[in-house]
């Protein structure tokens, strides 16, 4: 089975940092995805983990740690548009399609 | 380049009643996948087409079937709808079955009442 556990809301101010944990239980691995998902709108693609390790792209950043079953979004500079539902997702095999998805973490970014 | 395209944005339906949601994958794309995301929870994967052929399938009833067409093009029907069918129906595209990068369209809200 697939269990994908994140926090449902967090709450950060406009120029700090954030940190969005994922914690998963599958029955195999084969990547972990981040997606960033306005409210009404689609997910949108963030990032990408399959080796241990933090891959960072601008403000964003991604961690995964393979054998605690962990991963975290970094964001950084934090600003009033990043208030979105942060999704982690992980395939279990080859196919990006058949994901299992956590329930998102909402972040509400203050003035 | 248009991206991901889905059809209709809002539907309403009556319980018993038959539907159908259309998806045109991003140009290039050959792989469509749909899922159901129920308010406040995360997208469930319902099935994937490449290649016409239904080749991943998630834990949803028979009631739930789709088609691939030879542009790529894909269709969702879901028969003997249920109250609890309501959700945002999304459709995600990419190249193959094992490209790690997806694009979802976006979505359409089905309410049932």
């Known amino acids: 089975g697939q269990n994908i556990d994140q926090p449902t809301e967090m709450t950060a101010t406009e120029g700090a940092i954030v940190q969005i944990n994922c914690t998963y239980q599958?029955?195999?691995?084969?990547?972990l995805f981040w997606y960033q998902q306005h409210a009404g709108e689609a997910p949108t693609f963030l990032s990408y983990?399959?080796?241990?390790g933090l891959e960072e792209k601008g403000r964003f950043s991604s961690f995964l740690s393979r054998s605690k079953g962990y991963s975290y979004l970094l964001l950084k500079e934090l600003q009033m548009k990043d208030s979105a539902s942060y999704l982690c997702?992980?395939?279990?095999?080859?196919?990006?399609?058949?994901?299992?998805f956590g329930d998102g973490t909402t972040l509400t970014v203050k003035p | 380049d248009a991206g991901v395209t889905q059809s209709p944005t809002h539907l309403i339906k009556t319980r018993g009643q038959q539907v159908t949601l259309r998806c045109s994958p991003k140009?290039?794309?050959?792989?469509v996948s749909w899922y159901q995301q129920a308010l406040g929870q995360g997208p469930q994967f319902i099935f994937q087409?490449?290649?016409?052929?239904?080749?991943q399938r998630g834990n949803f009833p028979d009631r739930f079937s789709g088609h691939q067409f030879p542009n790529y093009s894909s269709e969702l029907n879901v028969n003997a709808l249920l109250l609890g069918d309501s959700a945002l129906y999304l459709c995600?595209?990419?190249?193959?079955?094992?490209?790690?990068?997806?694009?979802f369209g976006p979505g359409t809200r089905l309410t049932v009442t």
């Open positions: 997702a992980v395939r279990a095999n080859t196919n990006a399609g058949k994901s299992t």
């Open positions: 599958t029955s195999g691995f084969n990547g």
């Open positions: 983990n399959v080796l241990d």
């Open positions: 140009s290039g794309h050959d792989t």
């Open positions: 087409y490449y290649e016409e052929e239904e080749r």
């Open positions: 995600a595209s990419a190249t193959g079955t094992s490209s790690y990068e997806q694009y």
